[in-house]
């Protein structure tokens, strides 16, 4: 330690003799500003990224320099990609003016420090640098200026999700007819079991209370209940329309529609809550919207190889913020289907339809899947063949909003709670639901071929999304 002070005091006498010899006070006055100015990291073809990071001079409330002052910190903000290595950098240091420059580092044994001094043509570990010192044009040491370097790397996977298993079982008796929608700030868990209807909520999906249903239907199809304008909905198969602004009490509401029975709900698109309707003189199907007055309007048939049941549906913004909606395989009255069924407002102020699985083959017959927004993706958790076989490809994600899909990297994506060492069991007819303000994707219950009613819940996170800053 005291040979390291030794040449550090040797390097800035040297300098401060030099600067003397070369100069008097009849010369041009030189610069005494050793401020920083900029750190570049140079290209090196074996650390691809390296030369990605952007420094900038940062005040850090940390910090302390020899004065006992609070410092700036060279910094950059943007981590680099997850583990690139830093032990090798060609870096460039740029200063308002400078005669001498030296890096600070800790040596080799992480006891004791080193000294480098800057030629521009350096190779630096920078898992070992503590700080830069520059002094100034005109040598004046006095005048010195040291910075504290941090290099950040993400430590993370940035593209890995995280999951845990946050409640084993909500519940214990038979119940494969479940739904799970947000509401009012909490869960709420439907299970039907034969005629018998139960309902659970939650505020954060580990803690459930059993509550008592009022004015419900008996053998509901519960994936047909939606939120919208600060109420619940539901369509029962014979037609009638239910709501609840609780989500415990419900009532028989009137649709106003004449010739036209309500078959089931979709989505809430541009402030109106979508569902499809039978009209009683041809028995064809119609798109149906109700406001947030509760009055109704028919709109235009619904094209042939429209679902019926155990579709997928959700409405969100596309990337240019305009409103969307997708409709995603299920039954039609004679077939399971593949469909991607597309819809929003063209220029001419129309809704027009458009079947992706016309130019796009990527997505199998399913049913029971469900999908949701999330970074700027569509993913889709889920799905069953016309045998109750869950699809070989259970989670799945579409970068053009449902033009194609692709298989998740089961690396980055497998859903296992690695402190509980469980891995979740492939399933269909979950509830998934994301909390956009907490990027959280919560998974409920579902069911397979072998178990006919799980209850379990899972909390899962892209890792990037957690960054402060991207």
């Given at each position: 330690?005291?040979?390291?002070?030794?040449?550090?005091?040797?390097?800035?006498?040297?300098?401060?003799?030099?600067?003397?010899?070369?100069?008097?006070?009849?010369?041009?006055?030189?610069?005494?500003?050793?401020?920083?100015?900029?750190?570049?990291?140079?290209?090196?073809?074996?650390?691809?990224?390296?030369?990605?990071?952007?420094?900038?001079?940062?005040?850090?409330?940390?910090?302390?320099?020899?004065?006992?002052?609070?410092?700036?910190?060279?910094?950059?903000?943007?981590?680099?990609?997850?583990?690139?290595?830093?032990?090798?950098?060609?870096?460039?240091?740029?200063?308002?003016?400078?005669?001498?420059?030296?890096?600070?580092?800790?040596?080799?044994?992480?006891?004791?420090?080193?000294?480098?001094?800057?030629?521009?043509?350096?190779?630096?570990?920078?898992?070992?640098?503590?700080?830069?010192?520059?002094?100034?044009?005109?040598?004046?040491?006095?005048?010195?200026?040291?910075?504290?370097?941090?290099?950040?790397?993400?430590?993370?996977?940035?593209?890995?999700?995280?999951?845990?298993?946050i409640n084993s079982a909500v519940f214990q008796h038979s119940g494969s007819n479940q739904w799970v929608v947000r509401f009012n700030g909490k869960f709420f868990f439907y299970v039907s079991s034969g005629p018998r209807v139960y309902l659970y909520t939650s505020v954060d999906?580990?803690?459930?209370?059993?509550?008592?249903?009022?004015?419900?239907?008996?053998?509901?199809?519960?994936?047909?209940?939606?939120?919208?304008?600060?109420?619940?909905?539901?369509?029962?198969?014979?037609?009638?329309?239910?709501?609840?602004?609780?989500?415990?009490?419900?009532?028989?509401?009137?649709?106003?529609?004449?010739?036209?029975?309500?078959?089931?709900?979709?989505?809430?698109?541009?402030?109106?809550?979508?569902?499809?309707?039978?009209?009683?003189?041809?028995?064809?199907?119609?798109?149906?919207?109700?406001?947030?007055?509760?009055?109704?309007?028919?709109?235009?048939?619904?094209?042939?190889?429209?679902?019926?049941?155990?579709?997928?549906?959700?409405?969100?913004?596309?990337?240019?913020?305009?409103?969307?909606?997708?409709?995603?395989?299920?039954?039609?009255?004679?077939?399971?289907?593949?469909?991607?069924?597309?819809?929003?407002?063209?220029?001419?102020?129309?809704?027009?339809?458009?079947?992706?699985?016309?130019?796009?083959?990527?997505?199998?017959?399913?049913?029971?899947?469900?999908?949701?927004?999330?970074?700027?993706?569509?993913?889709?958790y889920g799905g069953m063949d016309a045998n109750d076989l869950v699809n070989s490809t259970p989670f799945m994600q579409s970068k053009d909003e449902g033009l194609s899909w692709q298989a998740v990297d089961d690396d980055n994506n497998i859903v296992v709670d690695t402190l509980l060492n469980i891995t979740y069991e492939e399933?269909?007819?979950?509830?998934?639901?994301?909390?956009?303000?907490?990027?959280?994707?919560?998974?409920?219950?579902?069911?397979?071929?072998?178990?006919?009613?799980?209850?379990?819940?899972?909390?899962?996170?892209?890792?990037?999304?957690?960054?402060?800053?991207?």
């Open positions: 330690m005291k040979a390291v002070i030794f040449k550090t005091v040797i390097l800035i006498g040297f300098v401060a003799i030099l600067s003397s010899c070369l100069w008097d006070e009849d010369e041009t006055e030189l610069s005494a500003d050793p401020n920083f100015v900029s750190l570049k990291f140079g290209r090196n073809d074996s650390i691809p990224g390296l030369s990605g990071a952007a420094f900038s001079l940062q005040y850090d409330s940390v910090k302390i320099n020899a004065d006992f002052k609070k410092d700036s910190i060279i910094v950059n903000l943007d981590s680099l990609p997850y583990n690139t290595r830093i032990d090798s950098v060609f870096p460039t240091f740029s200063f308002r003016s400078t005669s001498a420059a030296f890096l600070t580092l800790r040596d080799s044994t992480g006891t004791g420090l080193d000294t480098l001094y800057l030629t521009g043509k350096d190779t630096v570990d920078f898992t070992r640098v503590i700080s830069v010192t520059n002094i100034p044009q005109n040598g004046k040491t006095e005048l010195a200026r040291t910075y504290y370097i941090k290099v950040n790397v993400h430590k993370v996977e940035p593209e890995y999700y995280h999951w845990r298993r999906g580990k803690t459930w209370s059993t509550e008592s249903l009022s004015g419900f239907t008996a053998h509901p199809v519960l994936r047909n209940i939606r939120v919208f304008n600060n109420k619940l909905f539901y369509i029962h198969e014979d037609g009638t329309f239910f709501s609840s602004a609780d989500g415990v009490n419900w009532v028989i509401q009137a649709t106003g529609l004449v010739g036209y029975k309500p078959v089931n709900l979709l989505f809430e698109l541009d402030n109106m809550l979508w569902s499809t309707v039978r009209n009683a003189g041809d028995n064809a199907r119609y798109f149906a919207q109700m406001n947030n007055s509760g009055v109704w309007s028919i709109s235009s048939k619904t094209p042939d190889n429209f679902p019926v049941t155990d579709f997928a549906a959700l409405s969100f913004k596309s990337r240019t913020k305009k409103p969307r909606a997708v409709v995603l395989g299920g039954y039609s009255e004679t077939e399971l289907l593949r469909t991607v069924w597309s819809v929003e407002k063209n220029v001419f102020n129309e809704y027009k339809w458009v079947n992706f699985s016309l130019e796009n083959t990527s997505l199998a017959n399913l049913s029971g899947a469900s999908i949701i927004h999330y970074d700027d993706k569509l993913l889709l399933r269909s007819y979950q509830s998934v639901i994301h909390l956009e303000n907490t990027h959280q994707i919560f998974l409920f219950g579902g069911r397979n071929r072998t178990t006919p009613a799980f209850s379990d819940v899972w909390v899962g996170k892209l890792n990037r999304l957690s960054f402060l800053r991207q």
